[in-house]
């Protein structure tokens, strides 16, 4: 039972190039959420997903896309990437009708 | 809006017990008080939840009084090892603010 893993653990892109983060959970859980942390500012909700197929916007959602077509994966995709998305992204999953969530070791993003 | 406050940092020594108190603003009747944990380069952990009085896992404790409005985690004993920030965000809601930066100092 692995929980909740993250690919890649570091990526370094050039302005203006694409990638996608992968976050999948073994556990079966219906949510699924993307935050960034930044120096100082706490974790910011990106997007989230409540379930297979759906997904919605979270505090920070500019600059970012998402899809969740098998419940257990959730790509967070950037497609020009900028030099403000230089940040640790944590993906997270939860069970519904709990309110526990659980995380993933993250991804260093830099951008430069 | 539901919204907690919590301290932005501690310090304390090895060996003595930490108690941080969350306030949750607008906790509905039916929420739980979730606590996390989160050490450097590291995603954020569930330690401890409550409803209500005290809840104690091997970790921590959790201290819930009657109104609900408030929370507080105790560390007992607490080591090197738990420096770390601490969250209590609210119920359903997902927004994790900066935590309680707690440093445990020799």
């Known amino acids: 039972n692995a929980g909740v893993t993250q690919t890649p653990k570091f990526r370094v892109l050039k302005t203006g190039q694409s990638m996608t983060l992968l976050c999948a959970q073994d556990?079966?859980?219906?949510?699924m959420y993307w935050y960034r942390q930044d120096p100082g500012m706490g974790l910011r909700l990106i997007h989230y997903?409540?379930?297979?197929?759906?997904?919605a916007k979270g505090e920070v959602p500019d600059g970012y896309n998402v899809s969740r077509l098998k419940k257990q994966n959730f790509l967070l995709g950037l497609e020009s990437a900028a030099p403000s998305q230089t940040s640790v992204y944590f993906c997270?999953?939860?069970?519904?009708?709990?309110?526990?969530?659980?995380f993933g070791p993250g991804t260093r993003l830099t951008v430069l | 809006l539901a919204k907690t406050t919590q301290p932005i940092s501690m310090d304390s020594y090895e060996g003595q017990e930490v108690n941080i108190t969350c306030s949750h603003n607008?906790?509905?009747?039916?929420?739980?008080i979730t606590w996390y944990q989160q050490f450097p380069s590291q995603g954020p952990r569930f330690i401890i939840q409550?409803?209500?009085t005290k809840v104690t896992n091997e970790v921590a404790s959790l201290f819930i009084p009657a109104d609900r409005k408030s929370s507080t985690l105790s560390l007992p004993r607490v080591s090197l090892s738990d420096t770390a920030v601490y969250y209590c965000?609210?119920?359903?809601?997902?927004?994790f603010g900066t935590g309680t930066r707690l440093k445990v100092l020799a």
């Open positions: 409550g409803y209500k």
């Open positions: 965000p609210p119920p359903n809601k997902y927004i």
């Open positions: 556990m079966n859980h219906e949510y």
């Open positions: 997270a999953s939860r069970r519904q009708g709990t309110d526990t969530q659980y």
């Open positions: 997903s409540v379930g297979e197929g759906t997904t």
């Open positions: 607008n906790i509905a009747t039916n929420d739980y």
